[in-house]
């Protein structure tokens, strides 16, 4: 009985040790129409403090250890890498907005 309750506890340990990671919303088309050259440079910003919060959230720490002791760390592992691949994916699509958006007119003569 009492092997039970520790392997039963220990359990319900593991389930809630999985770390809670930032998540980085794509961009919608409302937010591509909307958004102006400051305020994506504000979203971008936002998203770099987004993955600065993810490599915080990923340094050791007691949710580590009961991670790998409910799956060898594999949850707290595929939540930050798709959390860093949102946010890269959010970047990237900023950052190629704010180039079409944002782009410089060309020069008299050109």
């Given at each position: 009985m009492r092997?039970?309750?520790?392997?039963?506890?220990?359990?319900?340990?593991?389930a809630c040790a999985t770390k809670q990671y930032p998540?980085?919303?794509?961009?919608?088309?409302?937010?591509?129409?909307?958004?102006?050259?400051?305020a994506l440079e504000l979203e971008i910003a936002k998203?770099?403090?987004v993955e600065q919060e993810i490599k915080q959230t990923s340094s050791f720490d007691y949710r580590t250890v009961m991670g790998f002791l409910g799956d060898f760390g594999i949850g707290n592992?595929?939540?930050r890498r798709?959390?860093?691949e949102k946010a890269?994916?959010?970047?990237?699509?900023?950052q190629a907005l704010r180039d079409v958006k944002c782009a410089a007119p060309p020069g008299p003569g050109l």
């Open positions: 092997k039970t309750t520790l392997i039963a506890t220990a359990l319900l340990l593991t998540q980085a919303p794509a961009v919608t088309d409302e937010e591509a129409v909307s958004l102006n050259c400051q998203t770099h403090a592992g595929l939540a798709n959390a860093s890269k994916s959010r970047l990237s699509q900023l």
